[in-house]
């Protein structure tokens, strides 16, 4: 006996829900490994040697990444089926997919919970094609080759669906915007000798990613969530879309510059990655005139006022972490002083919660109760929590960000900026921030409570009641 989902518009879009699940779980692990970073700050031995500061990092900075492409992947095979008008190519495969994606994930994280880094490169056999011991990019050789796998099964399941449905624009948006993801990562393989030549490449895969085609992403599922929720007309959203997607480029990709000012390339880096890094808040502003001016324009009330909610709170926290705080320390005669304090922090804490865990958040806010056969919305008390660890969520990192850039703030005056030729020593600096440290780690376990109720916001077993709603179908 099998039940079908009346809330789906095709039951392969349910192949989405198990990669919703797990990438919630390992942001939930991410959040953890971070507060051990922000404790270890403080107390500098905490968990030491069992957790060392740097694979407490390195565990942080991986399961962000992963755990937004199972957000990303999950968020395909949701919409594409919806806006293509047809079933999943293939939901046998996505399912394979997850498995493989999920185990490789798991026991890349353990290696490097479990095994010294050095070991774990041995192990693996790096020294074959080494392509270890890079930031973000510490993955092992034969995980990064699952990686590719992964994705080029993923690219064809969705590709294959879409070449035989409907091409909407959105569709066609997310689409380039995973192809581009998928093609980016590979030059985390080429690892060369020269350090300037590896950084300069090492940002093709990072900038690039984060601040090209990601939000193309973005702009794809923000759009798609839009639709859903304010039944604007789609010419109207598409407009938008097209203008904020061309903006998005270019700036992206010519404001990849900004990450060339050090690494020993010619200078005309200097003018050209601070002009176009100067432009490149305008596709968030974009973003948030446009999920705002879409909800004034709406022409229904939906019932989840919670997706609606992270829908507009995602282009709001994305311009401001990803457009003014990285705008505050990219110009040129900025940067030289910035670069590599904690002010990054503060862009990266920000503008990474903002623009992609919120951005999946929200598609997960909108498409779990469907997902789950609840209906069109959770329940009132349901949304409640989830409203709550919204804000919780939102104000705790605004927090970590305002200590962040306090931090940054110090950190260049007594560190960089030299008074009569004095400065102060890396870690004599950083005693004088631990009381800023010691704030961030409690806005962290703030933030850990709102994820929590974000999570505890799914417990409801029973469906709304929505007046002429489907019933499920049991055959």
């Known amino acids: 006996m099998r039940t079908v989902n009346p809330y789906?518009?095709?039951?392969?879009?349910?192949?989405?829900?198990?990669?919703?699940?797990?990438?919630?779980?390992?942001?939930?692990?991410?959040?953890?490994?971070?507060?051990?970073?922000?404790?270890?700050?403080?107390?500098?031995?905490?968990?030491?040697?069992?957790?060392?500061?740097?694979?407490a990092r390195m565990v942080h900075t991986n399961l962000l990444i992963v755990w937004l492409l199972?957000?990303?992947?999950?968020?395909?095979?949701?919409?594409?089926?919806?806006?293509?008008?047809?079933?999943?190519?293939?939901?046998?495969?996505?399912?394979?997919?997850?498995?493989?994606?999920?185990?490789?994930?798991?026991?890349?994280?353990?290696?490097?919970?479990?095994?010294?880094?050095?070991?774990?490169?041995?192990?693996?056999?790096?020294?074959?094609?080494?392509?270890?011991?890079?930031?973000?990019?510490?993955?092992?050789?034969?995980?990064?080759?699952?990686?590719?796998?992964?994705?080029?099964?993923?690219?064809?399941?969705?590709?294959?669906?879409?070449?035989?449905?409907?091409?909407?624009?959105?569709?066609?948006?997310?689409?380039?915007?995973?192809?581009?993801?998928?093609?980016?990562?590979?030059?985390?393989?080429?690892?060369?000798?020269?350090?300037?030549?590896?950084?300069?490449?090492?940002?093709?895969?990072?900038?690039?990613?984060?601040?090209?085609?990601?939000?193309?992403?973005?702009?794809?599922?923000?759009?798609?969530?839009?639709?859903?929720?304010?039944?604007?007309?789609?010419?109207?959203?598409e407009k938008w879309l097209y203008v904020i997607i061309a903006m998005a480029l270019i700036t992206g990709i010519i404001g990849t510059g900004h990450h060339f000012f050090w690494i020993g390339a010619p200078e005309v880096w200097l003018w050209v990655g601070s002009i176009f890094s100067a432009l490149e808040p305008l596709p968030f502003?974009?973003?948030?005139?446009?999920?705002?001016?879409?909800v004034k324009q709406r022409r229904r009330q939906h019932p989840n006022r919670a997706a609606t909610l992270w829908a507009k709170g995602t282009t709001v926290t994305a311009f401001f972490g990803a457009g003014v705080w990285g705008f505050l320390h990219t110009l040129a005669p900025v940067n030289f002083y910035t670069h590599g304090t904690q002010l990054t922090a503060a862009h990266g804490h920000l503008a990474f919660f903002g623009?992609?865990?919120?951005?999946?958040?929200?598609?997960?806010?909108?498409?779990?109760?469907?997902?789950?056969?609840?209906?069109?919305?959770?329940?009132?008390?349901?949304?409640?929590?989830?409203?709550?660890?919204?804000?919780?969520?939102?104000?705790?990192?605004?927090?970590?960000?305002?200590?962040?850039?306090?931090?940054?703030?110090?950190q260049v005056w007594l560190q960089r900026w030299q008074v009569d030729g004095v400065a102060l020593p890396f870690m004599a600096t950083m005693d004088h921030l631990t009381l800023l440290f010691w704030a961030r780690l409690a806005s962290g376990v703030v933030f850990l409570l709102g994820l929590l109720c974000y999570l505890y916001s799914f417990r409801q077993r029973g469906r709304v009641k929505v007046a002429g709603a489907p019933e499920p179908i049991v055959y």
């Not at 939901?91 to 185990?103: E, G």
């Not at 502003?285 to 879409?294: N, Y």
């Not at 009132?380 to 990192?397: A, P």
């Open 70 to 237: 199972f957000g990303f992947m999950g968020a395909a095979y949701y919409l594409i089926p919806e806006e293509a008008d047809r079933e999943l190519h293939s939901p046998k495969l996505a399912i394979i997919l997850f498995w493989v994606f999920a185990a490789a994930g798991v026991l890349t994280i353990l290696g490097y919970l479990l095994v010294p880094y050095a070991a774990l490169a041995k192990l693996t056999h790096n020294e074959l094609l080494p392509t270890m011991g890079r930031e973000f990019l510490e993955q092992p050789t034969i995980t990064k080759m699952g990686i590719v796998v992964v994705c080029l099964g993923f690219l064809y399941n969705i590709g294959m669906t879409l070449l035989k449905g409907r091409k909407t624009t959105i569709s066609m948006v997310m689409m380039t915007g995973l192809i581009g993801l998928a093609v980016f990562f590979l030059f985390s393989f080429y690892n060369p000798g020269n350090l300037a030549r590896d950084k300069f490449y090492w940002w093709w895969v990072v900038h690039l990613w984060v601040e090209g085609v990601w939000e193309l992403i973005m702009g794809s599922m923000l759009a798609f969530v839009l639709i859903k929720v304010t039944g604007v007309d789609r010419e109207v959203v």
């Open 285 to 294: 502003l974009a973003m948030v005139m446009f999920a705002f001016t879409m």
């Open 355 to 410: 623009a992609y865990a919120m951005i999946v958040m929200t598609l997960i806010s909108y498409a779990m109760p469907r997902l789950r056969g609840l209906g069109e919305a959770p329940d009132q008390r349901s949304q409640t929590i989830e409203i709550w660890g919204f804000w919780m969520m939102v104000l705790s990192m605004v927090m970590i960000t305002l200590f962040l850039t306090a931090a940054g703030a110090v």
């Open 8 to 55: 789906l518009k095709f039951q392969s879009q349910a192949v989405a829900k198990p990669y919703f699940v797990f990438a919630l779980i390992l942001f939930l692990g991410q959040v953890l490994f971070g507060l051990i970073m922000g404790l270890q700050y403080v107390v500098g031995d905490f968990l030491f040697p069992l957790i060392p500061f740097n694979v």
